[in-house]
């Protein structure tokens, strides 16, 4: 499957042209944001579990990003209520499951082959965000390659104050607004090399994960 495969263009799904589709698991379901490949994909999407849902013991070639967006998501043994961001390395497995249900967003083989860490960040946490001028921001991953962090702008913030080299960035809360477009709640966004100071927070601020840096485009094996 190719969905949104064409890195060196925008890709954008609005909130309502997202659709539930029935993964192989029962009990689980997903919005494909972006994908290349059939079950075994360099994917992005967004991932329902049914309270007392699982998906079997399983390994990740490529490694695993992962954003709680509501409920409580468990792996193993462990419990992340939503705002926990976890990153499981190239190599690494798991079993996933959520006893009272769950919604992730999560990105596969999306990792470089060299990236070793175990990655768990709660944003809850008041001490995990930093105040900086028109927006706080809670950093989740930088490699010198790749910056991951939740922004809560101001009213009017601009989101990419400086030329990237690529974005993806999912509305959690309140909008953003490029021109007479608005992106509310759920909308997800990628965006190639080039400057953006068009797109700004709306009238209530908006709450941001934003990936920065050139996509890594790799194909499962």
Known sequence: MLLNADFSRRALVLPDQQKWVASPQGGVERIM???VGA??????SIVRYAPDSFFPQHS???????LVLSGTFSEDND???AGWYMRNPPGSSHQPSSLEGAVIFVKLWQMRPTEQSFVRV???DPASWQQCADRAQCPLFSDGIESVWLLRLDAGAVLLPAEIEGAEAL???GELAEGAQMYLENTW???????YPNIVAGPKGATVYLKTGPHLVTLPT
């Open 33 to 35: 944001l972006d994908r």
């Open 39 to 44: 079950e075994k994909a360099r994917a992005t």
């Open 60 to 66: 990740h070639p490529g490694g695993e990003e992962v």
């Open 79 to 81: 419990d992340y209520p």
């Open 122 to 124: 709660n944003t809850n």
């Open 171 to 173: 509305v959690l809360k």
């Open 189 to 195: 966004l990628r965006l190639p090399a080039g400057r």
